[in-house]
């Protein structure tokens, strides 16, 4: 940790003025999220398979500059902290190594076979998923 991952601005994601729409920032971080989970050997399909879901029940951004259509952009990832039933993910959207935007997810770990109520992180989960001491 950190992981990056490289994403191209698509036109879709820019608004009227030209810049990307803010709530685009969500869907960068869950791109860099889920490559980091990768990296890190935790997948979504195989948690899923396993009768696991993970529910976003928290997220923030501050946006300090704007990114354009077919920018390319960086975001960094951090796992920051692992409970007994959660993870919380902090995130760099970086250009040029300037931060243009900042924030933060946490997602809760739900069981299917509970009716989708919050259950304990798995212990395999929570070995890999060791979380970072760098600063976002």
């Known amino acids: 940790m950190p992981f990056d991952t490289n994403v191209r601005v698509r036109y879709a994601e820019t608004d009227q003025m030209g810049v990307v729409y803010h709530s685009n920032y969500l869907v960068y971080f869950e791109i860099g999220r889920t490559e980091a989970m990768r990296r890190i050997g935790i997948t979504y399909a ?14 923030g951004c501050r ?19 692992v409970t007994k039933t959660r ?11 300037r931060v243009l935007t900042a924030g933060f997810t946490v997602l ?28 976002a």
Request: net charge negative.
């Open 46 to 59: 195989d948690l899923e398979k396993r009768g696991y879901v993970l529910a976003v029940v928290e997220t």
């Open 63 to 81: 946006h300090h500059a704007t990114a354009t259509y077919d920018d390319e952009l960086t975001v960094r990832t951090w796992l920051r902290d």
């Open 87 to 97: 993870l919380r993910f902090e995130y760099a959207v970086l250009k040029d190594d």
């Open 108 to 135: 809760a770990f739900l069981g299917r076979a509970n009716g989708m109520r919050p259950v304990r992180c798995p212990d395999d989960v929570e070995k890999l998923a060791k979380p970072s001491v760098e600063p």
